[in-house]
């Protein structure tokens, strides 16, 4: 082995893995992304279980010449048993269209994130009950 060869080796050792400047880095962009995750799970979860409402009184209704009143009775109904508290019952809509009802359920969900970063994320739920 050469002279030259001996210090091409070293320098390579020498260059070998990651810094703790670095490792810090890496750690602090994971755990950030990891932190967003755990602040938006919730606001995700919540919205499942409006999704379940909505389209739960969609399959109860589809088709069986529902009224309004009916519909918002059972809105009221699954809201109390899934305890949402996003938003209440009068927050979705029921509008009548043609051959049937829309069940819209549309909203805003601020969670905070650090200081005062927050996340804003617009939900938006809809289906059709054909008469």
């Known amino acids: 082995m050469s002279l030259n060869d001996l210090e091409k080796w070293r320098n390579k050792r020498q260059?070998?893995?990651?810094?703790?400047l670095g490792l810090v880095i890496l750690l602090i962009f994971v755990g950030?992304?990891?932190?967003?995750?755990?602040r938006l799970t919730p606001?995700?979860?919540?919205y499942m279980k409006i999704v379940g409402v909505v389209d739960g009184v969609g399959?109860?209704?589809?088709?069986?010449?529902a009224t309004r009143a009916a519909i918002r009775n059972s809105i009221v109904r699954r809201f109390?048993?899934?305890?949402?508290?996003?938003?209440t019952a009068k927050d979705v809509k029921v509008t009548a269209v043609d051959g049937g009802f829309e069940v819209a359920a549309t909203?805003?969900?601020?969670s905070p994130f650090i200081a005062n970063i927050s996340f804003v994320?617009?939900?938006d739920k809809r289906t059709l009950i054909r008469r």
């Open 15 to 20: 260059q070998a893995g990651m810094t703790t």
């Open 59 to 65: 399959q109860e209704f589809d088709g069986q010449g």
């Open 121 to 123: 994320v617009d939900f």
């Open 32 to 38: 950030l992304f990891a932190f967003a995750g755990i």
């Open 80 to 87: 109390d048993v899934d305890s949402v508290s996003v938003i």
């Open 43 to 46: 606001v995700y979860l919540n």
């Open 107 to 110: 909203y805003p969900h601020k």
